[in-house]
């Protein structure tokens, strides 16, 4: 007799799409069979049976600008799990002069006690840490203390690293035994494209795209791919919108360096050409920014086809008041929210849509990111595995709107989509946080959660 058995449901594992009864005695999953007896059961006739989404890049309560992203630890993690993701991966951002492991514990200070999923940190090596003279000798204690992904910019000011300084950070993570993931831009010269833009008096949200050619967004991940060779690094590409990125990967991997890379749902669903010229158009701004249809086709192929291999959100909500204040593309500031709607919105676009399949979809939004990222527990219905577990209705048709969502913006760029599947209940290590579609667990039962690559 098991305490907990999810029964008929088609339970989607590495190993196959069954039919099957999952069972859990505390936080794991113990066995995966038919006929299970359970002190509970639930019934999930009907349902897919999935584990529990990993999003790999979000960013709650940021500091930017004077600014803090809209979803505070709280907010953000009841809406991830609402969507059917127990495990998010945020960021901790060290400052001038304050050591690596000293950013760690500040920020598990601000998310201990009141996540209500799992979590993990990326630590950010900004410039003032990257150079040789930087800090670059905390790393592997940084690793040590189950953080073993390290965020490189080759954008914005104040944390575009040159490729002196990659090499360096590069080298010392591969060394450690860590992984590197990149905002892959060329940013120095973004910098003068967008200045010229204003100064030609260019202030609308199209010329955000504009001045971020695709073609040298792949310049950068050329780049960066071949340090990253150079320094036997491994190397995560964030997220890839155009059909230039992708390229640059697949040829990048085909010359034999370590790399992978990560789409979006805004880049597979929205383009420049729509979205940033529309009245809202600032709303739409992210970096990279959205592209045209032909590159979504590319970027859904190649997640397909594991040209790609996850699909994260990059999770990065502001008001409609502060996106829509600005008064120009330069000081809008920029990210988009998607992190409730994930599962669903690949599950719709691209299962039934048929882009691709039932076990592709569980691959790239729970098991890769989990695999790549060194969340050995997660990610995967096998036994010994934490039972981190999705039921999700297919059959469930749900038009998104702001309120139906739990995210704590004022505005969802998802608003009048609709979809056919969402979860319907959801568990965190054996817990049901989410019943019939409602939130019933606990704000702080999540935990940090200590990672290996
Ligand atoms: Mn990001």
């Not at 709107?401 to 989509?417: F, K, M, Q, R, S």
Request: proline share 5%.
């Amino acid at each position: 007799m098991y305490e907990l058995v999810i029964a008929n449901g088609l339970v989607i594992t590495p190993g196959g799409v069954i039919v099957a009864d999952l069972a859990i005695n505390g936080e794991e999953i113990v066995a995966i069979g038919f006929g299970l007896n359970g002190e509970r059961v639930i019934d999930a006739a009907g349902c897919y049976v999935i584990p529990g989404g990993v999003d790999p890049h979000v960013h709650l309560q940021m500091a930017l600008a004077g600014m803090i992203s809209t979803d505070t630890f709280t907010t953000g993690a009841i809406a991830a799990a609402c969507g059917g993701t127990t495990t998010i991966i945020d960021f901790a951002d060290p400052q001038p002069e304050q050591p690596m492991l000293d950013a760690l514990s500040a920020r598990r200070s601000e998310a201990d006690g009141q996540v209500a999923i799992d979590y993990a940190l990326h630590m950010t090596v900004p410039t003032w840490h990257g150079a040789d003279a930087g800090r670059l000798h905390e790393i592997p204690a940084v690793i040590a203390a189950g953080c073993p992904t390290f965020k490189l910019y080759q954008a914005y000011n104040r944390m575009e690293l040159d490729d002196v300084a990659l090499y360096r950070v590069m080298c010392a993570v591969g060394d450690a035994g860590g992984r590197v993931v990149l905002h892959s831009e060329t940013g120095p010269l973004l910098e003068v494209l967008r200045a010229e833009a204003v100064a030609a008096g260019h202030t609308a949200a199209i010329w955000h795209e504009r001045t971020r050619p695709a073609r040298l967004e792949a310049t950068a991940i050329h780049r960066a791919a071949e340090i990253a060779y150079l320094a036997g690094c491994p190397l995560y590409i964030f997220h890839v919108g155009c059909a230039e990125a992708v390229a640059e990967i697949v040829a990048a991997r085909l010359r034999g360096v370590d790399i992978v890379g990560e789409g979006c749902p805004q880049y597979l669903l929205f383009t420049a050409e729509k979205h940033l010229k529309s009245a809202d158009g600032n709303l739409y701004i992210c970096a990279p920014p959205l592209r045209s249809h032909e590159d979504q086709d590319v970027v859904w192929a190649a997640l397909a086809d594991d040209d790609l291999q996850v699909v994260s959100t990059d999770h990065c909500p502001w008001t409609r008041a502060e996106k829509l204040g600005a008064s120009s593309f330069t000081s809008v500031p920029g990210g988009i929210p998607s992190i409730e709607a994930r599962l669903s919105l690949i599950h719709h676009f691209g299962v039934v849509e048929e882009r691709m399949d039932l076990s592709r979809w569980v691959e790239i939004c729970c098991t890769n990111p989990a695999r790549l990222m060194g969340l050995d527990r997660k990610g995967a219905l096998l036994p010994g595995y934490d039972a981190d577990v999705v039921i999700f209705d297919p059959e469930r048709e749900k038009t998104i709107t702001v309120d139906a969502l739990h995210e704590a913006a004022d505005w969802t760029p998802y608003a009048g989509i609709s979809v056919a599947g969402w979860p319907r209940a959801v568990l965190l290590r054996g817990q049901l946080i989410v019943e019939d579609e409602h939130y019933v667990g606990q704000p702080g039962q999540g935990y940090f959660v200590a990672r290996e690559v």
